[in-house]
């Protein structure tokens, strides 16, 4: 048809300018990248007697996926804390428990189903951090310290300045009593539920948003308490679009792995959260205190020839940052730590994660059939053109 044969003139027509232009930007940071990307004898050539393994990790991964209807939205969400523990005779890591969390419920009041349901996967990975961080585990978060506190970016934390109803303490007493329930995502939903039903108004949608963030920063607040008593907590990905290091228009990982091939990394020296973060302080359970005692320390990584490059990310106390007097070094020793437990150049722990949080469209089509939903209009029956 017509419009499909436009976008095929255009691409020939454009292939080329595309081409240069990626290659323009990816040439501007040849020499920048060959100055700052430190080689390194491939890490996982390094003998593993030779290296600190944690006794005990855990991996946390979460997935989401909505579900729309003409009538209302439905969410599904999965997440999971895959733990593993070094048996130390056999000098191999075995499954231990797992922390995990699977919830599907509609969306009351209706709207904004993208940015709350992402709130709510959010505060599901911050429970599973939560739950290891308290229990010792060596922790990795799949994904951005930066990602997981400002995004979604549509809500931001400043909204709960106006949240005088309830106190950081309220929240908490709420949610709480549904921590460990594996079939909740979000404790505060059960209030939020309740309002709504007695209001019997579709308007509270600025108040379910407040209630959902006090949420999910008195999760943060929890964790950052954990932090400032000395635990570290890591998160890594292979697929972050951050652009800070080289401020190109393109991401600083897709440059480092177009222009190095072998291990190594890059790295600069921590910084406070508050200044990572700036822009989702908020002085709800003293979060924006507690960014101020806690640092992150951000850089990229190749643990092995030609694998992938991770973003590896370190939120530590400030008193071990201040004590930090060689940032790559230090950077160094602790890519050491997660090479001992990584499989192709990847954390093997968060791979397992990332297979079980993963949720796949047939089975939730399954799931909504089962429901006794497969009938249900969804509003685009009637414009379906293709």
């Known amino acids: 048809m017509a419009f499909h044969e436009d976008l095929f003139e255009a691409a020939i027509r454009k292939r080329d300018l595309i081409i240069s232009k990626l290659k323009k930007f990816i040439d501007m940071y040849d020499k920048d990248i060959i ?80 940015d709350r349901i992402t709130v709510y996967r959010q505060v599901t990975e911050l429970r599973a951090i939560l739950d290891s961080l308290k ?12 990602s997981l506190i400002s995004r979604p970016t549509h809500i931001r934390p400043r909204i709960l300045n106006g949240l005088s109803e309830y106190s950081c303490e309220d929240i908490g007493k709420i949610v709480n009593k549904s921590f460990n329930d594996e079939f909740t995502s979000m404790g505060i939903k059960s209030l939020i539920e309740e309002i709504y039903e007695k209001e019997k108004k579709s308007d509270l949608n600025e108040l379910a948003f407040k ?48 222009k190095t091939k072998v291990a190594g990394f890059i790295t600069r020296s921590p910084l406070p959260l508050s200044k990572v973060v700036e822009e989702s302080k908020t ?30 990310e370190l939120l530590l106390p400030k008193f071990k940052a201040e004590s930090i007097s060689d940032p790559n070094k230090f950077y160094y020793e602790k890519l050491l730590q ?8 990847y954390p093997y722990v968060l791979s397992l994660a990332h297979q079980e949080a993963h949720i796949y469209l047939k089975t939730v089509e399954v799931i909504v059939d089962a429901l006794g939903l497969g009938e249900e209009p969804t509003g685009r029956e009637e414009i379906e053109i293709l």
């Open 211 to 258: 209630l959902e963030l006090g949420e999910k920063f008195y999760y943060i607040s929890e964790i950052l308490k954990e932090i400032t008593k000395g635990k570290e907590l890591f998160f890594v990905t292979k697929t972050g679009r951050s652009n800070d290091f080289f401020n190109s228009s393109l991401s600083d990982q897709y440059i480092i792995s177009m």
């Open 338 to 345: 997660i090479s001992s437990i990584s499989v192709s150049g």
């Open 35 to 114: 100055k700052q990307f430190n080689e390194v004898q491939d890490f996982s050539n390094t003998k593993r007697e030779d290296l600190y393994r944690p006794t005990k990790i855990a991996g946390i991964d979460g997935g989401s996926l909505p579900k729309s209807f003409l009538g209302f939205d439905l969410y599904f969400i999965k997440t999971y804390a895959i733990r593993l523990h070094l048996n130390e005779e056999k000098n191999e890591y075995v499954r231990g428990s797992t922390y995990k969390i699977a919830d599907i419920d509609m969306l009351i009041p209706p709207g904004s189903l993208q």
């Open 135 to 146: 229990n010792n585990y060596f922790t990795l978060e799949d994904g951005s310290a930066e």
């Open 283 to 312: 002085s709800f359970c003293g979060v924006s205190d507690l960014m101020d005692e806690v640092y992150l320390l951000t850089g990229y990584a190749r643990l092995e020839n030609f694998g992938p490059v991770l973003k590896v």
